[in-house]
């Protein structure tokens, strides 16, 4: 049994894979070795050992279609059973932390965009050092050096918006244009208080530009939803046409599939965040938690990513079609000190100024 959980949602397939077809049974019992090699020093995997506990559970906040196909390959290659929790960021490590601290660990794998909080729980013991095979395909930087932490996307903050509603040269091309009246009643966002990853943008935004930045957008009536899947919506539907400062991935995904939707990167810089996994200390199922790391590291894997539109983390995969190498996009530097310090308070402010 599968179990995908979105906010409030519930889906419960009882077929042996992750979408309502079932997987040959061939799959599992290829002949494949006990033990997955590595580089000498490195630890191996026990697939033997993996395949005996029947499962592992994965709570991400990655695009649930794009989490499928993942999850989906992963369960047609070794015959293991995927359970995904997956919700917003701030979501996923609210839940993540109330297990950790009741001392009952119910995710084998952890996927979050929230490196701060991700190095909390370093700091807490939460995770089980682990370098997957080929972790020389990431750049050094988006890793935690002993396997703590390997990254498994890339996610890039966008302004993006309904190309037929919104031609491409009247967009929005910088941050500050986004407080233009001209745009008033246009825009959608989401919120910091649900997403990991708009934290980071509403910390650095404020900090460059002010809180008077997002007094001028509340003034432009922006509409506040809680995550990204909303805010596609909104823009899919024609009601708020642009996305102010929503994660790249899901214009890039649905203009894949024929939306006329596309992104425009800020000239004055944007933010990459790293969504990152981690094998959780003390769950049920260690082996298979090492597995699925391995996978998402896989070449195989990684390109399952930008076919959803979502950047990979691996330097030898391609970016999404129709997407910019990320070389080519102008990145600011998120400082993750001033965030750790900085982040209820952030939360806290953007709440008073939009009244939610």
């Known amino acids: 049994m599968v179990q995908i959980k979105a906010s409030q949602v519930t889906i419960v397939m009882t077929t042996r894979a992750l979408t309502r077809r079932t997987v040959l049974g061939g799959a599992a019992a290829l002949a494949l070795p006990s033990l997955i090699g590595r580089a000498a020093g490195q630890e191996a995997v026990d697939l033997a050992a993996a395949k005996k506990e029947g499962r592992v559970v994965v709570y991400t906040s990655a695009p649930l279609a794009a989490a499928q196909k993942i999850a989906t390959a992963f369960q047609a290659k070794y015959g293991i059973p995927v359970e995904l929790f997956r919700t917003g960021g701030v ?6 932390m109330m297990e950790q601290d009741a001392g009952r660990p119910a995710a084998d794998v952890l996927v979050s965009s929230d490196l701060s909080a991700v190095h909390d729980l370093m700091a807490k013991g939460s995770f089980v050092p682990f370098k997957p095979l080929e972790i020389d395909k990431v750049p050094p930087a988006f890793n935690e050096p002993t396997g703590l932490y390997v990254a498994q996307r890339m996610s890039i903050t966008s302004i993006y918006g309904r190309t037929d509603l919104v031609p491409p040269g009247q967009m929005p091309k910088t941050w500050t244009d986004l407080a233009d009246p001209k745009f008033k009643g246009k825009l959608v966002m989401t919120n910091p208080n649900f997403t990991s990853l708009q934290v980071a943008v509403v910390a650095m935004l404020s900090r460059a530009h002010g809180w008077d930045f997002f007094e001028r957008l509340n003034k432009n009536d922006v509409m506040i939803v809680q995550g990204n899947e909303q805010a596609l919506n909104l823009a899919k539907t024609g009601e708020r046409p642009i996305v102010a400062g929503g994660d790249s991935q899901y214009a890039s995904g649905a203009r894949l599939q024929g939306h006329k939707i596309d992104n425009t990167f800020p000239a004055d810089g944007t933010f990459a965040v790293p969504s990152t996994t981690s094998v959780v200390k003390g769950s049920r199922n260690p082996n298979a938690a090492k597995l699925m790391a391995e996978f998402t590291l896989s070449l ?22 129709g997407s910019p190498p990320i070389d080519k996009i102008k990145v600011v530097p998120i400082d993750y000190d001033y965030l750790k310090a900085n982040t209820a308070a952030v939360k806290k402010r953007f709440s008073e100024i939009f009244s939610i």
């Not at 990684?302 to 990979?312: I, T």
């Open 91 to 96: 979501q996923v490590l609210r839940r993540f």
């Open 300 to 321: 195989e894997a990684q390109k399952l990513w930008p076919e959803s539109g979502v950047y990979a983390a691996r330097v030898d995969v391609e970016p999404p079609l």
